[in-house]
């Protein structure tokens, strides 16, 4: 190949990259003028926000005057996530310090945006005070609750634990200036009283709290999904740090896998933040107060402190997002148990050695004998468990398998809460007869579980539910259960639903 050859063919190599790499330039360029003029700002997407942030304005009531609720009047939307910079606030005429909003109330539990607090003093601060509930439906004195009269009026709540001011006076007694806490805040006023129990912290308290929250998403999938924001944190104004954990340690498992992000506060904490004298502009706060909840006949018509939250809007599915946390936390796929093909997995959790509400002995083998002929003719999994022999990851994993958990009366039962719901799932519980407390059937109709409680060979259904009776032998060692009816109730409800599927 001769020189002007070599020459030629370098040319041509070389002159179609050269125009291709200038019209890179220029495109980059053009990207780069229009990157310079755009706003580097973090930007919150309060279109999509928007679709699941509900709530009423200032100047509009949640119910009309005939106790009806009214439908949410607009979407409010949180704050993005603050900077370094703009965690402390400052307010002038121009721009005053944000009213509280009220997004969502029920006895007990309130939901708020911009609540504020002071010297351990909550403060909500409106310029339409009569739109706000009375203060005794959402607080308390955090005193420890006894039924005495004298003991009920210490729980009244007085300036000393919320106030409802106007902007002027917040201007005159909070100032110009607060410390932002950003993001979702559970704040629970509760004594430690029933918080380090297992069916309590997470069936009562967890369901409730969790159940108030999901008011503000109405279309959770039954995947779990959902548009809410995790909370950031969990402050308990009057429980300290040692006083919410249970003896089996569940209490603490179950928070942290539900709420991997979250920090715990306690009544330690609190007092920190009210001895520093400084203000705090809360984002967004979920609150609750058992006494609050304790002043509606939705708590006394079956004493469970979550039942006046389902008097809020709310999703079918609410449970799913914390429980599907939870059964992965432990080492499960949160779609363990799902639909009706899979095996069906009849879980016994029995109390025999416990020492009290145990089934008569000549029974509990009945009982068992009468599963494992399942086992052996349906080919079914039958598991029978002492649930404080499996480790806290164990039991949450089992209950998730679960098809059919059983049992008497008590703590064990709790693990209901990580059953997958579906056509053919349910929960029976043995009493002695007559005897009944509706613990674990209100806490299986809340998360969408049939159930069945047992006298004997007898048995009834939620809508029959008999009134609570803790009579003589209710915590007593010779309760009876009849096997056979419970292994043909099994049969019954497995394909029943089966059929229905078909």
Not at 155 to 172: F, G, H, V, Y
Not at 216 to 226: A, E
Not at 302 to 315: I, K
Not at 458 to 476: I, M, V
């Amino acid at each position: 190949m001769n020189s002007e050859t070599s020459y030629a063919s370098a040319k041509r190599r070389w002159s179609s990259p050269m125009r291709r790499e200038i019209a890179l330039v220029l495109g980059l360029f053009v990207m780069l003028v229009l990157l310079f003029q755009s706003d580097f700002s973090f930007q919150y997407n309060s279109a999509v926000a928007g679709e699941w942030q509900y709530g009423n304005k200032p100047d509009q009531p949640l119910y009309d005057a005939n106790g009806q609720r009214l439908p949410a009047s607009f979407s409010a939307v949180i704050p993005p996530p603050a900077g370094m910079n703009d965690l402390i606030l400052r307010w002038t005429p121009d721009q005053p310090m944000p009213e509280t909003t009220l997004l969502e109330h029920t006895f007990g539990y309130t939901v708020y945006d911009n609540l504020y607090a002071w010297n351990g003093t909550i403060y909500i601060v409106t310029s339409n005070i009569s739109a706000f509930p009375e203060r005794r439906e959402m607080t308390s004195t955090g005193y420890v609750v006894f039924s005495a009269k004298d003991e009920v009026a210490k729980r009244e709540p007085t300036d000393d634990d919320m106030r409802i001011i106007s902007p002027a006076e917040a201007q005159l007694l909070l100032g110009a200036i607060a410390s932002r806490v950003e993001g979702v805040s559970f704040m629970v006023n509760d004594p430690p009283q029933f918080l380090n129990h297992y069916y309590h912290f997470c069936a009562e308290f967890l369901v409730g709290i969790w159940r108030a929250y999901t008011s503000l998403d109405l279309n959770i999938k039954m995947s779990g999904t959902t548009k809410l924001p995790a909370p950031r944190r969990m402050i308990f104004t009057h429980t300290k740090e040692a006083e919410w954990r249970d003896y089996a340690s569940m209490n603490q498992f179950v928070f942290h896998g539900a709420f991997p992000s979250a920090s715990m506060e306690h009544q330690e904490d609190w007092i920190d933040r009210a001895e520093t004298f400084k203000v705090w502009k809360f984002d967004r706060v979920v609150f609750t107060d058992r006494a609050a909840a304790m002043r509606t006949h939705k708590f006394t018509d079956v004493e469970r402190y979550a039942a006046p939250a389902f008097d809020l809007p709310g999703s079918r599915n609410f449970w799913e997002p914390l429980r599907s946390n939870v059964v992965e936390f432990a080492g499960a796929s949160r779609s363990t148990g799902q639909g009706t093909m899979d095996t069906p997995v009849i879980t016994y959790v029995s109390r025999q050695g416990w020492g009290r509400r145990m089934l008569k002995p000549e029974d509990h083998e009945r009982l068992v004998n009468a599963l494992r002929k399942l086992e052996k003719d349906y080919g079914w999994e039958v598991n029978v468990v002492l649930m404080d022999q499996l480790t806290r990851e164990e039991q949450i994993r089992l209950a998730a398998r679960t098809t059919i958990m059983m049992g008497v009366h008590g703590n064990g039962l709790t693990n209901l809460l990580w059953m997958n719901p579906t056509p053919r799932s349910a929960v029976m519980e043995f009493f002695y007869p007559q005897g009944f407390a509706s613990d674990y059937e209100w806490t299986a109709n809340a998360i969408g579980l049939p159930y069945f409680g047992w006298w004997g060979s007898q048995r009834f259904t939620s809508e029959e539910r008999p009134p609570r009776n803790l009579n003589e032998g209710f915590q007593g060692n010779e309760i009876p259960i009849d096997g056979d009816a419970v292994a043909a109730m099994c049969i019954h409800q497995i394909n029943l639903n089966e059929e229905a599927d078909d």
